[in-house]
Nanobody, 128 residues
Framework: QVQLVESGGGLVQAGGSLRLSCISS????????MGWFRQGPGKEREFVAS????????YYADSVKGRFTISRENTKNTAYLEMNSLKPEDTAVYYC?????????????????????WGQGTQVTVYS
């Protein structure tokens, strides 16, 4: 079981930036693909970004492409989501999730049902 804890959320003005972190308690963090998802008020949970276990492959939702960057430091058991040029529509609870060990389907890995471990979420609020 992978324990995940997100941090870094907050209140930011449109156009600003935030960096989310996701720390894992498992020593095998480097074998798991990681994803970031978000759920806005009254909306379904949606895919934001994913990265393979070694960080060599990354995918982004069209809505965040060019503004958000996913990365990871396996030596620190941590994944990150750098968010720039934030918009009010980015307001949501952001969740990190770990996929299956050594599994990378190569099609974006954007289905939340394929992720078995989730953090508790961190709130991001963007005001205009």
């Amino acid at each position: 079981q992978v324990q995940l804890v997100e941090s870094g959320g907050g209140l930011v003005q449109a156009g600003g930036s935030l960096r989310l972190s996701c720390i894992s308690s498992t020593l095998t963090f480097g074998t798991y693909a990681m994803g970031w998802f978000r759920q806005g008020p009254g909306k379904e949970r949606e895919f934001v970004a994913s990265t393979s276990w070694n960080g060599g492959s990354k995918y982004y939702a069209d809505s965040v492409k060019g503004r958000f960057t996913i990365s990871r430091e396996n030596t620190k058991n941590t994944a990150y989501l750098e968010m720039n040029s934030l918009k009010p529509e980015d307001t949501a609870v952001y969740y990190c999730a770990a996929g299956k060990s050594y599994y990378w389907p190569g099609d974006g890995y954007n289905d939340p049902h394929e992720y078995g471990n989730w953090g508790q979420g961190t709130q991001v609020t963007v005001y205009s």
